[in-house]
């Protein structure tokens, strides 16, 4: 599938990283993955610069991000806004465990928490069976309730091949008692180790998706409330077909945010 520009302006261009200073840029990003459920070392990612793009990895020593609760999963993942309690507490984040306490106590943080726009990320990857590279926003939660998702991409290697990817997207419910979840997941002709565009344009009416500036399907229902991104490549140890390659890689053009005009 060949990448198409994007063939009409989207809104006001409102946030822009081209990682072009080879550095993750403080003001734009954390530089950690759900830091408030595991200690400070495992919640930083694994990444280097090459040729102006950031490039996430999982390296073959790298630890799981959080053992005590989420396994053997590995993760180098960047986020634009950070909520939890006090250390100790049970409210934060993507409480994924129901036996989860606040390990690294951080202030909140609103770097770019958008209600409503077009988003998109120019990405591609290198990724084994039980990789997962995603692009995906969710509710802040200072309400617990307001933590939706609107899932911008997400691939699994063990679904990609040279000719073909399935492509995931939609909304997720998480927490959200007023959502209920429609993700989508189609196979489609291209290639996830080439450059692709990967958009959403999300107002009050529901959500669009669009590849390589071509959109694939409207979902109605979505959250009404401010939502953050996040940005990473997973490791799945209990993925059916295990991978026996060394690194793994997310490589990162440029994340832009548009408001509506």
Not at 30 to 38: C, G, N, V
Not at 168 to 181: C, E, I, S, W
């Amino acid at each position: 599938m060949a990448q198409i520009e994007n063939p009409k302006p989207r809104g006001k261009l409102v946030y822009c990283d081209n990682f072009d200073r080879n550095l993750i840029d403080e003001s734009k990003w954390i530089a950690r993955y759900l830091p408030h459920w595991t200690t400070p070392e495992l919640a930083i990612p694994h990444h280097h610069f090459e040729d102006d793009h950031l490039v996430l990895r999982l390296d073959a020593d790298q630890r799981p991000w959080c053992p005590e609760h989420d396994g053997g999963v590995k993760c180098s993942s960047i986020q634009t806004g950070h909520f939890s309690g006090p250390r100790g507490a049970a409210n934060g984040q993507l409480r994924f465990n129901k036996n989860l306490k606040v390990v690294t106590e951080l202030p909140i943080s609103k770097l770019y928490v958008p209600l409503h726009g077009y988003f998109e990320v120019r990405a591609k990857a290198t990724i084994a069976c039980n990789n997962m590279v995603a692009f995906w926003m969710m509710g802040f939660e200072e309400h617990p309730e307001d933590s939706g998702e609107i899932t911008v991409m997400e691939i699994f290697g063990r679904n990609c091949t040279a000719s073909t990817t399935t492509f995931g997207y939609g909304v997720k419910q998480a927490g959200d008692p007023r959502l209920k979840t429609e993700y989508h997941e189609d196979k489609l002709p291209f290639d996830v180790s080439e450059w692709h565009v990967y958009g959403a344009e999300w107002n009050a009416a529901g959500v669009t998706h669009f590849l390589d500036g071509k959109p694939l399907c409207h979902v109605k229902q979505v959250p009404q409330y401010p939502l953050q991104f996040m940005l990473g490549i997973y490791e799945l140890p209990n993925d059916p077909q295990p991978s026996k390659k060394q690194t793994a890689t997310f490589t990162i053009d440029y994340v832009k945010g548009y408001a509506p005009i």
